[in-house]
């Protein structure tokens, strides 16, 4: 999976969060097809238009929204962001 980078057509939402993830030090992917997701690690996704953070394998998204709880699961799970 590529590395994150802001496309021409991207929300100005997509480009803060790639912008805030880059800036963590976070190695952020983006699946080629879509143009609404971060892969933050193997398992974490991002949708930064609606602000949603979502876990593979739990039944809905994190209800937490926004930039504001994006950083603070960076912060409680950053050793477990790799894509090693």
Not at 4 to 11: F, K, M
Request: charged share 25%.
């Amino acid at each position: 999976m590529p590395k994150a980078e802001a496309r021409p057509n991207d929300t100005p939402a997509m480009r803060e969060a790639i912008d805030l993830l880059i800036e963590k030090g976070i190695d952020v992917r983006r699946p080629a097809n879509s143009d609404h997701q971060l892969k933050l690690d193997g398992q974490t996704s991002y949708f930064p238009t609606k602000g949603t953070l979502y876990i593979d394998g739990e039944q809905q998204a994190r209800p937490e929204r926004g930039l504001q709880a994006l950083e603070k699961w960076i912060a409680q799970h950053a050793a477990l962001l790799s894509f090693g």
